[in-house]
């Protein structure tokens, strides 16, 4: 089973920020926490991932809490393209496979 | 990022012909690649773990002798859909890890139909 839980679905206005929350309120200090998203009928693309600390790519932001129980992943400026779903997993570093659960879709409207 | 390609993207076949998939990792060595199954409207669920010169690793409910693994390069693993039949018509999606083992690149799938 996934060990995280993440909205159904969400909208967000074209040109703002998208805040996709993610819990993982069992989370190993070893586990990290990864995001990928779906664009229909293609297969997962890598977004980001982190530890421990916040972490920002040319994609996304990723802002994990202190205690490590949460994070959201940030996209600062939504475009339609960024429509998908998004997957928040968590997993030891090395040699896993991901376990992902129904993820968030995102809708990003004009 | 590293590319993954599948062949083919799309497939028709009539049931009870079986069908070959190819996951191709193009710019990196993958000892281990991964299988997966995804039905309209749902998530993506492991199928079988495929490492490089050792006999894939299935996870539960799936069947071995239908759902065909070879992983015989580090480049190239293969599933072979056996005796298919309508229900087995889905969205096959493979993943290669990386070398060091922190990232997973995943192919553009390939949508079987049986019909």
């Known amino acids: 089973d996934a060990k995280t839980t993440q909205p159904t679905s969400m909208d967000c206005a074209e040109g703002r920020a998208a805040n996709l929350p993610c819990n993982h309120s069992?989370?190993?200090?070893?586990?990290?926490v990864y995001w990928y998203r779906q664009i229909h009928s293609q297969g997962p693309q890598y977004i980001i991932h982190?530890?421990?600390n916040n972490e920002t790519n040319e994609m996304a932001s990723l802002i994990i809490t202190e205690d490590r129980k949460s994070s959201t992943l940030i996209l600062p400026h939504a475009t339609l393209r960024d429509t998908a779903v998004y997957y928040c997993?968590?997993?030891?570093?090395?040699?896993?496979?991901?376990?992902f659960g129904p993820g968030t879709r995102l809708s990003v409207l004009p | 990022g590293a590319v993954v390609s599948q062949h083919p993207s799309r497939v028709i076949c009539k049931s009870g012909t079986s069908v070959k998939i190819e996951c191709r990792s193009l710019?990196?060595?993958?000892?281990?690649m991964f299988w997966y199954r995804q039905f309209p409207k749902q998530s993506l669920m492991l199928m079988a773990t495929?490492?490089?010169?050792?006999?894939?690793?299935?996870e539960q409910g799936v069947e071995k002798d239908k759902f065909l693994i070879n992983h015989a390069s580090l480049t190239l693993s293969t599933l072979t859909v056996t005796s298919a039949h309508p229900e087995d018509s889905s969205f096959y999606i493979c993943?290669?890890?990386?070398?060091?083992?922190?990232?997973?690149?995943f192919g553009p799938g390939t949508r079987l139909t049986v019909l």
């Open positions: 993943s290669a890890l990386s070398m060091t083992g922190d990232e997973q690149f």
């Open positions: 069992t989370i190993s200090g070893n586990e990290y």
């Open positions: 982190g530890l421990k």
């Open positions: 997993i968590v997993r030891v570093d090395y040699g896993q496979n991901f376990v």
């Open positions: 710019d990196f060595q993958a000892t281990t």
């Open positions: 495929s490492n490089e010169g050792s006999k894939a690793t299935y």
